[in-house]
């Protein structure tokens, strides 16, 4: 039996949040997933590359997916970018 706490885990930087990604969230969720949305907080570290904030990437987000996020079916959390252990998109 399947843990009802268990989520598939969704990464990203999310820079920004559109159409692509909701997509694939609804897909897990069409599969009877749970979705773990985990947004790297990436954008002090590149502006440049990362133009929105972890709080912009949430807000629009939250906009995107609130029916799923308030029937429990998804959650956002926020990672930190380490330097030291990850290499994303090199």
């Known amino acids: 039996m399947v843990s009802k706490n268990r989520y598939s885990l969704y990464i ?17 969720i069409g599969e009877g997933k749970k979705v773990c949305i985990a947004v790297m907080d990436i954008h002090e570290l590149e502006p440049k590359n990362n133009p ?18 308030q029937s429990g079916k998804v959650k ?3 990672i930190m970018w380490s330097t030291t252990t990850s290499k994303y998109g090199t």
């Open 52 to 69: 929105y904030t972890y709080e912009e990437v949430l807000d629009r987000i939250f906009e995107a997916m609130v029916d799923e996020i």
């Open 12 to 28: 990203g930087r999310f820079q920004p949040f559109h159409k692509g990604h909701k997509w694939c969230v609804q897909q897990m």
């Open 76 to 78: 956002v959390i926020k």
